[in-house]
């Protein structure tokens, strides 16, 4: 794989789930897979893939990075996760922990409409309310990394400040970019959501 082919993740999964009760989100079961793992199994074909949160099992051959302070949100968590990247890759793709439909298929989508266009620095979804999805994208990691050093203090700043700073084109898929954040939604995913086939 050229340095031109090369992509990477940065899975952003140590959210508080304040709405759920402080449970650790990223271990929530849907159809027998946690959510890190259907995050991670939908980057499949990374030259790396960061998990930014707390430390737990897995099998999956990933690196662990913290934002600090812990909790300091998700622009701080995405700015830790890239600073944990070997240099050399093209493209990064950033998910949150917590889409249970996202998988290979629309993580190639996103990084074919960033590799298919010189004039776009990222690609991410937009969800059936036209509301963009800063995590759940595909960036050129140059312009990401300018971006994030041109905000300065990552801390409790909202991550939507980094589009602002890109250009980005939009991947219209309302069933990805439908997460899990409430007891209502979860329900909503265990007992009724057939997911991707």
Not at 60 to 69: F, K, L, M, Q, T
């Amino acid at each position: 794989m050229g340095t031109e082919d090369a992509w990477d993740a940065v899975v952003l999964a140590g959210g508080r789930a304040r709405r759920l009760g402080g449970v650790d989100k990223a271990a929530l079961q849907i159809r027998g897979r946690s959510l890190l793992g259907i995050a991670l199994a939908a980057c499949a074909g990374a030259r790396y893939r960061v998990v930014v949160g707390p430390q737990r099992l897995t099998d999956e051959p990933i690196r662990w990075a913290r934002e600090s302070p812990a909790g300091s949100g998700p622009l701080a968590a995405l700015g830790a996760g890239l600073a944990v990247l070997p240099s050399g890759s093209a493209v990064v793709v950033v998910l949150a922990a917590d889409l249970p439909a996202v998988d290979t298929e629309l993580v190639g989508r996103l990084r074919a409409a960033v590799a298919g266009s010189t004039r776009v620095d990222g690609a991410i979804v937009v969800d059936d309310q036209h509301r963009a999805q800063p995590l759940l994208a595909a960036y050129r990691r140059t312009p990401l990394e300018q971006a994030i050093t041109e905000i300065g203090g990552l801390r409790d700043r909202p991550v939507r400040s980094i589009l602002d700073r890109l250009t980005v084109t939009a991947i219209v898929d309302t069933t990805a970019a439908d997460d899990i954040d409430t007891p209502a939604d979860l329900a909503r995913w265990t007992h009724n959501r057939p997911g991707r086939p």
